[in-house]
Every structure is written in structure tokens, then in C-alpha cells.
């Protein structure tokens, strides 16, 4: 409705889907109800940061009577995320090129305009495998999960780089900051 304030429409919304004990919407109880399937998530359409998670995949696994069958057994859980955040390039040396989680082999592209990417839902430790442009390896593993990752050096082409990594956190998430590829 033109006009219509977005926040009362949301709440208006959220009280027939979930208060009003999915009379808008019964499939809401069959997905979220303890009675039912008792799911935390699934695709929602207003805001919904856990639901929409944004996350790379590799197909679609359905299975009936609960988590057996399933690769990874771990929730979803937002408070655990980490980001890695790669260090700039310099202006004439090695740019970052590939990435992996969880993996030995770098796998997926790095954005060159955001060099930053997410660990979500994963069995710890987890090794996080680099390439650059000069086919450089840079390895770290991820030791343990939030709320106390510890990051440790796996085989990596420059040891030096791996020790200057660091983990950080503010009051939401948690990170691990990298230098730059090694010149």
C-alpha cells in the first residue's frame, strides 16, 4: 500500500505469520512449530538474515527425517561467522587470485574489489587455501570456532606471511585479518 510505514507493515505482517499462530500462513507451523519439522530457517521474505544466508553451494540435498544424510550436521548459527579479510595487494606485486575453505586446494575466484570472504557452518579445524598471480600457496587453519577461533600455519610457500595474520573481533563479529600476498 503506497504510504504504508514499512515497520508497522512488518510488525502487522510478523504478528499474522507468528503470533496469531500462522493463521496467515499455516505452512509457517509446520515448518517452525516444535510439533512439526521444528526448523530455524527457511527462505522468508522480509529481512530474514538467517533463512537467506547467502551461501555458496553445491546443489540442493533434501532429507526426510532429520540430519542423517546430510554432509554437514552443523546449524547455522550467525555469532560464529568469521570473515577473512586478505590484505591489499601492493601497486606492482602479486594480486590474490584463489580461494578455499576447508579445502587444500583454492577453489573459488577472489574478488578483486572485495578480497574478503566468509567461514559459515563448517567442522573445525578448517584450512583456508590462497593462490596469487605468481602462483604463490598461503595456507592458515582455523583451529577452533567462536567465541575462541585460534588461527595456526598450515604448508604454506611463505611462512612469514601466515604469522602476521590475526584474528579480531568487534562487538558482532569475528575476523581474521591477513598482510597482503608476499612480494
Avoid at 540442493?60 to 586478505?86: A, C, D, E, Q
Avoid at 558482532?172 to 612480494?183: F, Q, R, V
Amino acid at each position: 500500500m503506497p504510504g504504508a510505514d514499512y515497520q508497522d507493515t512488518v510488525a502487522d505482517y510478523l504478528d499474522l505469520q507468528y503470533q496469531k499462530n500462522g493463521a496467515f500462513n499455516p505452512f509457517v507451523q509446520l515448518i517452525h512449530s516444535e510439533d512439526y519439522l521444528d526448523m530455524s530457517a527457511y527462505a522468508f521474505s522480509i529481512d530474514d538474515a538467517v533463512g537467506n544466508m547467502n551461501e555458496p553451494g553445491k546443489g540442493l540435498i533434501i532429507t526426510v527425517g532429520g540430519s542423517r544424510g546430510l554432509v554437514n550436521k552443523n546449524p547455522f548459527n550467525k555469532n560464529k561467522i568469521i570473515y577473512v579479510n586478505l590484505g591489499a595487494p601492493q601497486d606492482s606485486g602479486p594480486k590474490w587470485k584463489l580461494y578455499g575453505v576447508c579445502t587444500n586446494t583454492p577453489d573459488q575466484d577472489v574478488n578483486p574489489h572485495f578480497p574478503s570472504f566468509p567461514i559459515v557452518t563448517v567442522d573445525y579445524p578448517c584450512r583456508i587455501s590462497l593462490t596469487d598471480t605468481n602462483d604463490t600457496r598461503y595456507e592458515l587453519v582455523v583451529r577452533n570456532e567462536p567465541p575462541d577461533p585460534v588461527i595456526g600455519c598450515g604448508s604454506s610457500d611463505s611462512p612469514a606471511w601466515c604469522q602476521a595474520a590475526n584474528v579480531s573481533r568487534d562487538n558482532k563479529s569475528w575476523y581474521i585479518n591477513t598482510p597482503p600476498p608476499a612480494p
